[in-house]
């Protein structure tokens, strides 16, 4: 057997076994959709990043990075700023919440925030999650058949259809709990790969760099690749494009499926020290991407050739034509691996979030079915199911239709979806006492009609349209989504609500004074007791 093969035999063993053993820790709804809030530091913070990266890292930002050069990192300085404003600002009082309401889902928190008397805004917050997810998950399904068809010279819908049963499989049995740990798993593959690629590709070809550096090789082959601002410099074209480069990041300012790990954690001390994990990763695996592009371009390419003749479409093959042109058949095989965990590690976490809003928030919640814990967990079981194949179903059908799709734009969609629609809401809801359930509905229906106008019909406009479409969807949809949620919010108030949570958030602030007394004064006996230990 080919020994790429048998290393992604032992990749998909390693996820089949972690599901398995996570099946004995599944015992009601709790354990299947937030590891019955339980998770350490390292697996919530690898997680979450694993699940926030996605197919994209390893396959469309490398793609940029080949493609734009050095304004790529642009994208890079934006998801730093997004993950650190995220754990830093957001995540404590994000997670100190949700256990007091005895939250398990973000429309369950939603629902306690505002203290709603219908089921109007559960309902719809579940409907928005799942059009979303299944449009993202879609993109991962997307990018799973594009991997294995370039690195296997499998058909693509067979290497999608093979990925999509590995990830629905190990989710089955272990549900939330085998995502996070498989998370961990996956995530450290891809820091190995992300770092090892670039160092490699830079000192294994160095008849490639004979004229001079990195820098001097790519601006010989295109002067654009080695200015920050990009083809034609300081522009007003240019300066949009970058604007919504660093937006990006906006999107991990309150997406389900990256809030959903600071429920899962054990307590807000843990969420402290996996800030400084899920940033360090941020910016190694992101800026070692943008890297690997670059370098990919210097290797692959000449002046006179065209960068999607080689590199394929948004140049998003760069990364597996590195890999096949400098490594052996073994660690192809593990590239294959990692390539597919960056995948992976967010299918199986979307899948999951889309599965609790449609059994927990609408089946149990809104038509107020009850069922037996173990019932609930077949049924959770089912519709995980379910919703992966009508997100194989999406993905097939936009591969027939649209063969010049780059994964980048695919996977930006979906991704720009979730985060209009719920990042504002969620921001607001976290940081403002007087944020209301009305200004919360009016938020997310403005950020999810948002992304298809901006996306589809403002860059056709004459004028404004080529701007818009450099500054992408996302930031005036979340733009206007904030203005509409305070608006509504300032013109229909709700002055019992804004009393309950000015009280909650004294309360919450006292807590965090009550820890940082009690660590204090732990950290000190600790120190105390150990120069005992010393003079001793």
Known sequence: MDIKAIILFAYMGILFLIGLLSSKKITNTSDFYVGGKKLGYWVAALSARATGESGWLLLGLTGMGALMGLKAFWVVLGEVLGVTLCWLLMAKKF?????????????????????????????????????????????????????????????????????????????????????????????????????????????????????????????????????????????????????????????????????????????????????????????????AAVLAGMVGRALLTTSNQSVETVLGNGAQNVLPL???????????????????????????SLLVVASSAVTKDIYEDVLESKKSPDAMTTLSRRVTVGLALASLAIALTVAVLSPTRTIFWFVMFGWSGIAASFCPMIILSLSWNKFTENGALASMITGFLSIPFFSFIVPKLAV??????????????????????????????????????????????NDLKTNSKVLATDSFRIKKESSKVNVL
């Not at 042109?325 to 960056?342: E, K, M, N, R, Y």
């Open 464 to 509: 404004v349209g080529p701007y818009f479409s450099q500054l992408s969807a996302l930031p005036p949809s979340i733009f206007l989504a904030i203005i509409m949620g305070i608006a509504v919010s300032l013109r229909w108030p709700n002055k019992s609500l804004s009393d309950y949570m000015h009280n909650l958030s004294i309360t919450y602030k």
């Open 322 to 348: 590195m890999v096949e042109s400098l490594f052996p058949a073994i660690i192809v095989g593990f590239f294959i691996a990692v390539v597919l965990s960056a995948i992976m590690s967010t299918v199986d």
């Open 95 to 287: 997670k100190w919440l949700t256990d007091h309401f005895n939250s398990i889902t973000v429309p369950d928190y939603l629902s306690s925030r505002f203290k709603t008397s219908s089921h109007k805004l559960r309902l719809i917050a579940a409907l928005v999650l799942c059009t979303f997810l299944t449009i993202y998950i879609s993109a991962q399904i997307d990018a799973t058949g594009s991997a294995f068809e370039t690195f296997f010279g499998w058909n693509y819908f067979t290497g999608a259809i093979v990925g999509f049963g590995i990830v629905v499989a190990y989710i089955y049995f272990g549900g939330f709990v085998a995502v996070a740990w498989s998370d961990l798993f996956q995530g450290i593959m891809m820091f190995a790969g992300l770092v090892l690629l670039p160092i490699v590709g830079y000192f294994s070809f160095s008849n490639a760099f004979e004229a001079g550096t990195l820098l001097t090789t790519l601006h010989s082959i295109e002067p654009a690749l080695t200015s920050f601002w990009g083809e034609g410099g300081v522009n007003l074209m240019n300066l949009m494009g970058i604007i919504g480069f660093l937006m990006i990041g906006a999107g991990f300012l309150g997406s389900p499926q990256i809030f959903v790990r600071f429920i899962s954690v054990k307590n807000q001390d843990e969420i402290k020290k996996g800030t400084v994990v899920a940033i360090l990763f941020t910016i190694i695996t992101d800026s």
